[in-house]
């Protein structure tokens, strides 16, 4: 399969599991304010992520609408972000799209295990949920284990025999792969690798 097919197999096959928390009548939620809408869209127009645009767009937008809750959100964002750039072996520079996903996946888990503390009706419950909405739509759509296999398959069944069998085969999926595919779309990277290792190994019995 060539990589025009295998984006094409992408587009079809990409959905976005949008996260839609409970929210109680008659409170204030993050989500219907004006900052949630901003953060509906997180690609610039050449298609890349910019997610500490966005954030700063939204503070801005939440200040002005003096969004109280999503202010401190935010700012709590980008403090984490800020914190790893700090942290990382270049302090200097900023923080790596692969990084902003990461700390912003970690405040949707940090979140998630705070509110399972409270229950259903209780505000900080409400609380915690909301700001995992608002957070959420701040990252990229994340391609499930299925997809991601799918799309993999497709590069090895297109590869010829002498390429599956070479030792470069696994770089050669993953190159056609990050081709197709942005790295924020990917949750955990580190199972790559395995199920590349797999479909070679099945392509040669086939």
Same mark, same amino acid.
């Given at each position: 399969?060539?990589?025009?097919?295998?984006?094409?197999?992408?587009?079809?096959?990409?959905?976005?599991?949008?996260?839609?928390?409970?929210?109680?009548?008659?409170?204030?939620?993050?989500?219907?304010?004006?900052?949630?809408?901003?953060?509906?869209?997180?690609?610039?127009?050449?298609?890349?992520?910019?997610?500490?645009?966005? %954030?700063?767009?939204?503070?801005?937008?939440?200040?002005?609408?003096?969004?109280?809750?999503?202010?401190?959100?935010?700012?709590? %964002?980008?403090?984490?972000?800020?914190?790893?750039?700090?942290?990382?072996?270049?302090?200097?520079?900023?923080?790596?799209?692969?990084?902003?996903?990461?700390?912003?996946?970690?405040?949707?888990?940090?979140?998630?295990?705070?509110?399972?503390?409270?229950?259903?009706?209780?505000?900080?419950?409400?609380?915690?949920?909301?700001?995992?909405? %608002?957070?959420?739509?701040?990252?990229?759509?994340?391609?499930?284990?299925?997809?991601?296999?799918?799309?993999?398959?497709?590069?090895?069944t297109g590869?010829?025999?002498?390429?599956?069998?070479?030792?470069?085969?696994?770089?050669?999926?993953?190159?056609?792969?990050?081709?197709?595919?942005?790295?924020?779309e990917v949750?955990?990277?580190?199972?790559?690798?395995?199920?590349?290792?797999?479909?070679?190994?099945?392509?040669?019995?086939?």
């Open positions: 399969m060539s990589i025009l097919r295998t984006s094409i197999l992408l587009r079809n096959t990409r959905t976005l599991e949008a996260l839609q928390p409970r929210i109680f009548t008659g409170a204030r939620a993050i989500q219907t304010s004006v900052v949630w809408r901003n953060a509906a869209s997180t690609e610039t127009s050449d298609g890349q992520v910019d997610i500490r645009g966005k %954030l700063k767009e939204a503070l801005k937008a939440a200040m002005k609408g003096k969004e109280k809750e999503a202010v401190g959100c935010i700012r709590s %964002l980008m403090a984490d972000i800020t914190y790893h750039e700090k942290a990382g072996a270049n302090p200097n520079e900023p923080a790596s799209e692969d990084t902003v996903v990461d700390v912003l996946r970690k405040a949707v888990d940090k979140r998630s295990q705070a509110a399972g503390a409270y229950p259903e009706d209780h505000p900080s419950h409400q609380q915690f949920l909301s700001e995992i909405a %608002l957070i959420s739509k701040f990252l990229p759509r994340t391609l499930s284990v299925e997809q991601i296999t799918q799309i993999l398959e497709g590069i090895v590869m010829t025999e002498a390429d599956k069998t070479s030792k470069g085969a696994t770089g050669q999926v993953l190159t056609q792969f990050w081709q197709v595919v942005k790295k924020g949750q955990n990277k580190k199972e790559l690798g395995k199920t590349i290792a797999r479909l070679l190994v099945s392509s040669k019995r086939t």
